[in-house]
């Protein structure tokens, strides 16, 4: 089972980025090109019953997989980004992180009106930046149908805060 395996080899960091916080590290993944695959066929079996148009990846590391599940789904692949990182006309969010604030943005146009948006990242904790990438792909008329997360951590509760934009959250291992 995927969630094992993800167990195995995700490494735990304490007191990163701030003391006080237990940081899961997936970047051990990489070094291991099968377990690679078997993370993207486990995403896309999850997926199979979704329809999906587009894929939006949250900066940094939901750019990973979304990317190979955006070419795997033949769909296009959206990045929204960190607040001055896209070139033209963006539009953004502001929100507030466990320990600081942030501001997301997207190209304007990015999305259609009508489309179904899969919102990618690495990790689900509080669900404020998922959040923010939500209203971002809903400024633009476009769906939030589904999220997926390759590690979500239950006690932080983030899916409830998810549930107004879409009822289907996937992910992997949760902790």
Known sequence: MIEQKLKKVIRDVQDFPIKGVLFRDIMPIFQDHQLCAEIVDAFIEELKDYKIDVIAGIESRGFLFGM?????????????????????NTTTYSYNLEYGSATLEVQKSSFKAGQNVLIHDDLLATGGTAYAASELVKKQGANVKAFAFLVTLDFLDGKQQLLNHSSNVINLVSY
């Open 68 to 88: 190979l599940l955006a070419q795997r789904l033949k769909v296009p692949f959206v990045p929204i980004r960190k607040e001055g990182k896209l070139p033209g």
